[in-house]
């Protein structure tokens, strides 16, 4: 074992601190048992654990990281998460490290060896298509990273070479590749090892060990220190020896101490040595604990020590400071480490990372958190679904908790300037009339024009709130056509193109059916939260209009359905016609189709037919209120294109944009070619802006 350990000095020396006899490094230390300290104890991180204060904080900081969640993270357009919870990797992250072990377990284990040792070891176990299966614990006192193939040059400069690990447990192979590899690594003065933590703590560690040992030894006397039996006269060796013997066989050890005894011959009993509270024992063992805390980072309160912490706005604050500057940097250390080995390139270029969900960690207590839960809802920002997650309860039935929700008092500036928001009615002489019908001609239409402003700030925000049902629906609309569309390729690739033909024709005459009916669930309540506000609008009771929104949502879903199932059946139509000479050719500019539409075309989607379908429903109303005219509402909007139609009107069953113009745009935007009919918003991809009653 000695000369297996003296072999590999070389490969450490070239990723670590080699030492010198004067100053051996850690390893060279351990294989002796450890390195002396002034207070004559020997230290090494096998020895240290039985320390109890090294104990604490190693495990403070193992439970602390391994228990707080790791989230294998999506990002999403144009903004937004989502956790990747249907990727074999977050089983790796948050349930089983391997067939063994719980992937808490894992975590803990190896954060305790970064704790100790300064390095922490995961070998990645890998399937035959090198996919990541398994996360396996490797000794860090037997795993040592090492470059290989390097080559040096005239001028003694290092170059070339790769990084690989030589483990000496028995458990794996001897070599494992970088890639392979998981290496936390802590406190590091070269980047590629940790620095064990025990360098700097050595004397500390041996001091505490050295006042256990002395307690130990005092208490085992009976908590009563050495002395010396004086005689007035010289006492032959046999006689000294007699003496001693049978003074400690009457009282030495603890199970005697206390007994009286009977000192004879002119013999007396003399004291030496300090008593505990001349050597300030107990406050010597306060301040090795505050030592060993200090370098682990961890407040004492998590030791059991609260003697200057007693205030409970100390522990707080104490809390926090974990946190933010010892935990932090052990979930940069583990995020860093596991995404450079479980993540491609190409998959962190696309906005996926693993991430801790340290929320938890701040949790105030029940009227705090639900104070600021309703506080955040109130403002708008948190729904309750959300809400409810952090509270480890269901999403609320029917949707209802995705709804995001405002003050009615929170309008724009320019709107409270203006006064009410019209639309007021009043009880006169038993009969409900509207204000406005009584005001002059100029204050009417000033009425008529605040209730249009209020009505479009009002549809735009329940345009954002159900945005994300639509995303929700389109995600899973999208991700079924693709899936489908990929497994019918083989039909072009086995029996050409005119087979994958009538596989779309078939598939799409099912898939428009199936759209229509996965999206008229979030259309009819879309509808239903919009219609009351374009009434409102126009000074109509919805109850009284001929307006049937289940059978107008019905009706917008079946003529979604048509444009989605023959938008895309046309873009692979066009495909196979361009590539007809190649069956493989066609495939693959398919399966290029289909990747794009896996990114972008459900967003496409969800963002048109939020505005689509408040515009639509809107338009509706009005025309069963007897209105004739739209106005188009780009108040607000941040393209030059929708600016330029604000305040534009046109007959209700007119169009504001024929196909075929082209609206020119400025220097950073160009020119847009509009290609269909547009009756209302959206005039293109991204569009927020509505109609109005004209």
Excluded at 323 to 336: A, V
Excluded at 361 to 375: E, I, T, V
Excluded at 515 to 537: C, D, I, K, T, Y
Aim: hydrophobic share 40%; charged share 30%; proline share 4%.
């Amino acid at each position: 074992m000695i000369f297996r350990e003296l072999a590999g000095a070389e490969s450490r020396a070239r990723t670590g601190y080699a030492g010198t006899l004067a100053d051996p490094s850690s390893w060279l230390l351990n294989l002796f048992g450890g390195g002396e300290t002034s207070s004559g104890i020997t230290v090494s991180e096998t020895t240290a654990r039985n320390v109890v204060a090294v104990k604490a904080c190693v495990r403070v900081l193992a439970e602390a990281v391994s228990t707080t969640p790791r989230h294998l993270m999506r990002r999403l357009k144009p903004r937004g998460r989502e956790r990747m919870e249907d990727d074999p990797r977050w089983g790796l992250l948050r349930h089983r490290a391997n067939r063994l072990m719980a992937s808490r377990a894992a975590v803990e284990a190896v954060t305790g060896h970064v704790a100790l040792w300064g390095n922490g070891y995961l070998e990645v176990e890998r399937d035959q298509g090198g996919r990541p299966i398994g996360l396996w614990p490797r000794r860090p006192d037997m795993t040592q990273p090492e470059i290989v193939g390097e080559q040096r040059t005239a001028a003694g400069r290092i170059v070339g070479g790769r990084l690989v690990y030589r483990i000496g447990d028995g458990l794996g192979p001897n070599i494992v590749p970088e890639d392979d590899m998981v290496h936390v690594v802590g406190l590091s003065l070269n980047g590629l090892s940790g620095e064990p933590p025990l360098n700097a703590l050595r004397e500390a560690v041996g001091l505490s060990q050295a006042v256990e040992s002395y307690s130990g030894q005092l208490f085992s006397q009976g908590g009563r220190p050495g002395g010396f039996l004086k005689s007035e006269k010289v006492l032959g060796r046999d006689k000294r020896k007699e003496v001693l013997d049978a003074f400690r066989e009457a009282h030495g050890g603890q199970k005697k101490a206390h007994r009286v005894g009977l000192l004879e011959g002119g013999l007396d009993w003399k004291e030496v040595g300090f008593p505990p509270e001349a050597a300030q024992m107990l406050a010597t063992r306060r301040f090795q604990l505050e030592e060993i805390a200090r370098c682990f980072g961890i407040p004492k309160h998590l030791l059991q020590d609260t003697e200057k912490s007693a205030v409970r706005a100390n522990i707080e604050e104490e809390q926090r400071g974990f946190l933010l500057w010892t935990l932090r940097p052990w979930f940069s250390r583990w995020e860093d480490a596991l995404s450079l080995k479980l993540l491609s390139d190409e998959e962190r270029a696309r906005g996926i990372s693993i991430e801790h969900f340290d929320k938890d960690l701040l949790r105030g207590d029940l009227k705090a958190r639900y104070a600021a839960y309703h506080q955040a809802r109130q403002d708008g920002w948190m729904n309750g679904d959300e809400i409810r997650e952090l509270e480890g309860l269901n999403p609320m039935p029917n949707g209802t908790g995705e709804i995001y929700f405002v003050p009615l008092n929170m309008i724009p500036a320019e709107q409270a300037a203006a006064g009410l928001t019209g639309g007021e009615r009043k009880l006169i002489h038993g009969e409900e009339i509207a204000i406005e019908d009584h005001l002059p001609e100029s204050r009417a239409a000033e009425a008529r024009e605040r209730r249009s402003r209020a009505s479009a700030v009002e549809r735009r925000r329940l345009r954002s709130a159900y945005l994300k049902l639509f995303r929700r629906d389109a995600a899973a609309l999208v991700g079924e056509e693709v899936e489908r569309l990929r497994v019918g390729l083989s039909r072009l690739v086995a029996r050409g193109h005119g087979a994958f033909l009538e596989f779309l024709a078939e598939f799409y005459g099912e898939h428009e059916g199936y759209s229509a009916s996965r999206l008229q669930p979030v259309v009819e309540a879309m509808f239903e939260a919009v219609a009351p506000v374009a009434a409102r609008e126009v000074g109509a009771d919805l109850d009284e209009l001929a307006v049937d929104v289940s059978e107008r949502a019905a009706e917008y879903s079946r003529t979604f359905g048509k444009r989605h199932a023959g938008s895309g059946r046309r873009q692979l139509e066009a495909l196979v016609s361009e590539f007809a000479s190649s069956r493989e050719a066609a495939a693959e500019a398919i399966r290029e189709r289909l990747d794009g539409w896996a990114e972008t075309r459900a967003e496409d989607a969800s963002e048109r037919e939020a505005t689509q379908a408040g515009a639509a429903i809107a338009r509706w109303v009005y025309l069963a209120a007897g209105w004739s005219v739209l106005r188009w509402d780009g108040a607000g909007a941040e393209c030059v294109f929708c600016q330029r139609m604000h305040g534009v009107t046109v007959e209700i069953h007119g169009a504001f944009v024929e196909p075929g113009r082209v609206l020119e745009g400025d220097e950073g935007s160009g020119d847009l070619e509009v290609k269909q009919v547009v009756g209302h918003p959206p005039l293109h991809g991204g569009c927020t802006c509505v109609v109005t009653a004209g």
